[in-house]
């Protein structure tokens, strides 16, 4: 097996996580993001994280990368899609969140099903996925 450099700011990763989050009704990046961290940080315990971190589990660093639909500016270039950060940060319960990167990529789907109580407009109903990736390490 070989293992390459850790990430920048990392002198040890101990591990990495990914998960998807979706939003079928109303297309709120946001909520999908949310959903992506939570997936990626439920199926696992460490807990030796304290003792494997100097200084403790408050001194983890976390490194984030979403991977999210972008939208096209006025000229059709991709932009990043507005995402409320300090929601996707509530999701993390210690360490130093690092600077989230936000990657074009997750997808946007067709549902062919519009519920404006849910949030649809007339104008889109399309199901967005978002996929996260944490890496945790100090």
């Known amino acids: 097996m070989s293992i390459t450099k850790a990430p920048p700011g990392f002198r040890e990763v ?4 990914s998960g998807v989050g979706t939003d079928q009704h109303g297309q709120d990046l946001t909520k999908a993001c ?3 961290c939570k997936d990626a940080i439920s199926f696992n315990s460490v807990p030796s994280l304290e003792r494997l971190v100097p200084g403790g589990a408050g001194n983890a660093l976390l490194r984030l990368q979403l991977a999210v639909p972008f939208d096209s500016s006025a000229d059709g270039l991709p932009t990043p899609p507005a995402i409320d950060m300090a929601e996707v940060q509530a999701c993390f319960a210690y360490g130093k969140l690092l600077p989230v990167e936000i990657l074009q990529g997750g997808a946007r789907f067709e549902s062919m099903c519009s519920v404006p109580s849910l949030g649809d407009s ?3 109903s399309s199901w967005v996925y978002a996929i996260a990736c944490v890496t945790v390490g100090y």
Request: net charge negative; proline share 0%.
């Open 122 to 124: 007339a104008e889109d």
């Open 14 to 17: 101990i591990l990495i996580e």
């Open 34 to 36: 949310v959903r992506a």
